[in-house]
T-cell receptor
Framework: DAGVIQSPRHEVTEMGQEVTLRCKPI?????LFWYRQTMMRGLELLIY????????DSGMPEDRFSAKMPNASFSTLKIQPSEPRDSAVYFC????????????FGQGTRLTVV | SQQGEEDPQALSIQEGENATMNCSYK?????LQWYRQNSGRGLVHLIL?????REKHSGRLRVTLDTSKKSSSLLITASRAADTASYFC????????????FGTGTLLAVQP
C-alpha cells in the first residue's frame, strides 16, 4: 500500500474561496482522522470517522468546516468560505482500530489563505 | 482540544547523550502512543504502551507509563543527529471513544 495519500500538498487561495482537501486512507483501515496543525494551537483533532460514519466532530472550529467520507477509500475536508486564520497544515491519518492502534499519517496539505 | 502536554517544549543535546521527554495527560486511557515528526512531514508512530504496562522498549527507545500520575516519559538513548525532530505523545481518551488526541510536543535538537 502507498500509505495515506493527501492532495493537494500545497494550496494557496484567496479569502472567501472554497477549499477542498482530499484524503485516501490505507485500504482496510476502519478509522480516519483529520487534524490541523499550527504553531499556536499545535495538533488539533478536527473530526474522526469509523466505517465512514462521523463519530466526533466536536473539534471542527466553525460551521465553515465540513467533512465527508462517502466511501472507505476517500474523505474530504471542506472550508467554505475560507479565512486567513484557517492557514495551517492539515493532516489526515488512518488506523485499524482508532486510538488503540498505530495511526498512519499522510504528508499533509499546507493551506495558505491570503 | 489537546489531551496532553509535553515537557520540555524544547530540548538541545549533544550526539551520544540521552534525551528524556515527558508527557502528562488528563483523562483515563487505554493506551498511550509516541510519535515523531520531522520538519515539514507527517507524524510517524514510534511505540505504543497499554495502560496495564509500566515500561516498554524498542531499540534505543524506552517508554514508561504511570497511570496514577497520568504521565509518561520517552527516553532516547545514545542520540544521533538524525533523531532531531518533534516528539508527541497521543492518547485514546479512554473508554470506547477510540479517538487519538495529541499533546503539545517536544522539539528535540541533537547537535553533531
Amino acid at each position: 500500500d502507498a500509505g495515506v495519500i493527501q492532495s493537494p500538498r500545497h494550496e494557496v487561495t484567496e479569502m472567501g474561496q472554497e477549499v477542498t482537501l482530499r484524503c485516501k486512507p490505507i485500504s482496510g483501515h476502519d478509522y480516519l482522522f483529520w487534524y490541523r496543525q499550527t504553531m499556536m494551537r499545535g495538533l488539533e483533532l478536527l473530526i474522526y470517522f469509523n466505517n465512514n460514519v462521523p463519530i466526533d466532530d466536536s473539534g471542527m472550529p466553525e460551521d465553515r468546516f465540513s467533512a465527508k467520507m462517502p466511501n472507505a477509500s476517500f474523505s474530504t475536508l471542506k472550508i467554505q468560505p475560507s479565512e486567513p486564520r484557517d492557514s495551517a497544515v492539515y493532516f489526515c491519518a488512518s488506523s485499524f482500530i482508532g486510538g488503540v492502534t498505530e495511526a498512519f499519517f499522510g504528508q499533509g496539505t499546507r493551506l495558505t489563505v491570503v | 482540544s489537546q489531551q496532553g502536554e509535553e515537557d520540555p517544549q524544547a530540548l538541545s543535546i549533544q550526539e551520544g547523550e540521552n534525551a528524556t521527554m515527558n508527557c502528562s495527560y488528563k483523562t483515563s486511557i487505554n493506551n498511550l502512543q509516541w510519535y515523531r515528526q520531522n520538519s515539514g512531514r507527517g507524524l510517524v508512530h514510534l511505540i505504543l504502551i497499554r495502560s496495564n504496562e509500566r515500561e516498554k522498549h524498542s531499540g534505543r527507545l524506552r517508554v514508561t507509563l504511570d497511570t496514577s500520575k497520568k504521565s509518561s516519559s520517552l527516553l532516547i538513548t545514545a542520540s544521533r543527529a538524525a533523531d532531531t525532530a518533534s516528539y508527541f505523545c497521543a492518547t485514546d481518551g479512554g473508554g470506547a471513544t477510540n479517538k487519538l488526541i495529541f499533546g503539545t510536543g517536544t522539539l528535540l535538537a541533537v547537535q553533531p
